[in-house]
């Protein structure tokens, strides 16, 4: 006789992009003459550039030949993929041993697995947060049980408007997980704020799960892109990353994941936590498609940088435009410089779900509600810069013209 | 503070393709002049048939423009490739919803999470068996400690040449995986036989997890291609299957596995389950590569079929040359006719490990131990029909010349 995994039970009850899509549903069932403009997920919407393009093509090629075809590849990826990526951190004086890079399906899956390979200890999340990490701990039965929303055992961190949406050091968290470029504030974080967490993490050998997903839209070169460039870090911190927003690999599925050989935990030599890893994604897990792998080669080379950034420029320009558009009507935003994403303070401190209502109601524009990523998300909503220009603009123009303020 | 998930403590110190590789080294570096024959591991080796090509780099160019391009699918899957593989089941009289069907990046992946949607539950393989299997339950914490190589609190199934390849009931087994055909005895199992675990999972409100990745491979219309065959399947078992074998996309990545609304287990509802699989695939999976689905699309179709089982009918007369090359020595092989594995005994009861030396030396063809899947594999050895003609008959006729027997 078996039951079900009663962590399940701890889950909210509805996903926010599931109710973001409910209440979007039922808007235009009502209004089917109206255009929705979609400013809500952080989903790349432009055609993935020529170099892109021609290498995925090679992926498929190479699978028409006998000679040139492949099965199964090395579940941690493609050696020379794996080199490339290590060599990519070269710009920024981190040397990394390929034996170091686990090439995987996309930052999603890691995030959550990450966590299985060390034994119990708090985790600690940002609060606004990507629900995924939360989920993931829920079910991984760390979280504890849910009193209105709020997880016994979880550690929140909270960032706001007041610390610069860069979290205080807690008290106590075994396993700590840091996203900048922030997933929903777009904040960025200086290589000092960094540096207060790795000196806790390696003082209290806790590990530092660090979400660079967005590493690639930070224009100041002043500001950190990996957390490898805080020294110690290698000592305590675990990177992922992903081709997905880089180089518009979302519906395509690539990503990665950096364990130095020099990480420790408590009882666990250097090296013994890479070779966890290892085993984990070896047993688990059958490598990330062969074709993604050759698209991701070229997306390394200077070509391929070029193009993407172009991509990049484009999504930074629609960033800009919303902040401009806000700004212009006087409502208080942060993010939007070297990230994705507006962060913006709902006018009269209205709750977040009742900013949607309004908003798309009065605008047609889906945004995010804040407090769908934790309680300090309240008060806030997030816009997506992701998207077609002519969307951007004309979401932009209803806000001007409609938002009764 | 945080340490390491101590269940890895319990795992097997070398993966059986490791030691594999490692042995084939050593040879290899001994006897550079000499080419090895490898007969070793399950890995498609034939180049995908055109349609499929076409299909991949019809994938490719839908990225290539604005209009076309996706980014975020379904972390369930592409709805049309969903409704297809339900379809699919259609010619065996299965009415399946394709929301009951998960598309995922192969069956690997989905035969190691599936285990973390139910609560406590003893764990039944069968023995010999895919080690995967037994390395995800040693990490879920459920198969206790290793005395010798046997874990105490996993039920092995034995299968042997007595009881034909299938398994007795066990006294108790809350989560039971069965494969068939199965990797690595390449045997199969009649409607009669499955029925009796289905009535046993019934019964005992016990889960079954069914590895039909090599379905594609049967050829006698009287055995079962799914469980689902069976009557009450749909409220005690899950099926997994792949494009990996039956279309070449080992290293393309594509595979799914079906829940079916109406499984039931301790204490949750009809659809439960289905939700609980739902909940995990989007919290931790972002669906696979857009690319490989679109391919997915077109095996279905009766051209991709009619190009894909010409691939399997050229894997499947590499096995008869297998067989028959055995039994012209003497030696007692199973499996192979309706399986891509052929499962030999070996000559005069050797170990296993000892007979992967012995063919090495001798022939210089490359297998898999037996005692590698199992205790109950000590004694034979597997060789795979998968590989180029030429490289499978050079093997055959080295085997016939060189074993010394």
Known sequence: MVGINAAYDNLPKSYLFSE???????????????????????????????????????????LSYRETYTGYGDEQGNSKLRKAIADSYLARNIKLDPLEVFVSDGAKSDLGNLTTIFGPGIVAVQDPVYPAYVDTTIISGRAGASFNGILEDLVYLVCNEKNGFFPSLP??????????????????ATKEQLKTFVDFARKNKSVIIFDAAYSAFIQD??????????????????EVNSFS???????????WTVVPKTLVVDRAEPGKVNSLWNRRQTTFFNGASNIPQEG???????????????????????????????????????????????????????????????????????GTPGVGF????????????????????????SIRKNLRL
């Open 20 to 62: 973001i899509a409910r209440r979007t549903r039922a808007f235009t069932a009502a209004h089917p003459e109206l255009k929705v403009l979609r400013l809500g997920i952080g989903n790349t919407t432009e055609a993935l550039p020529p170099t892109l393009i021609e290498a995925l093509h090679h992926g498929v090629n190479l």
């Open 171 to 188: 008290e106590r968290a075994d396993i700590i997980y840091l996203c900048y470029p922030n997933n929903p504030t777009g904040a960025t």
């Open 221 to 238: 070169t002043n500001l950190p892109r990996s957390i490898y460039e805080i020294e110690g870090a290698d000592k305590c911190a675990i």
């Open 245 to 255: 927003k880089s180089a518009g690999f979302t519906g395509v599925r690539l990503g």
């Open 296 to 366: 991701g080669l070229v997306v390394l080379t200077e070509q391929g940088q070029r193009e993407c950034q172009a991509i990049i420029d484009y999504y930074l320009e629609n960033a800009r435009i919303i902040r401009t558009g806000l700004l212009d009507l006087g409502i208080t935003s942060f993010g939007g410089e070297n990230a994705p994403y507006i962060w913006m303070k709902t006018p009269y401190g209205m709750k977040s779900w009742d900013f949607f209502d309004k908003l798309l109601e009065e605008t047609h524009v889906v």
């Open 374 to 397: 934790g309680p300090s998300g309240e008060g806030h909503f997030r816009l997506s810069a992701f998207g077609h220009r002519e969307n951007i603009e004309a979401a932009v123009d």
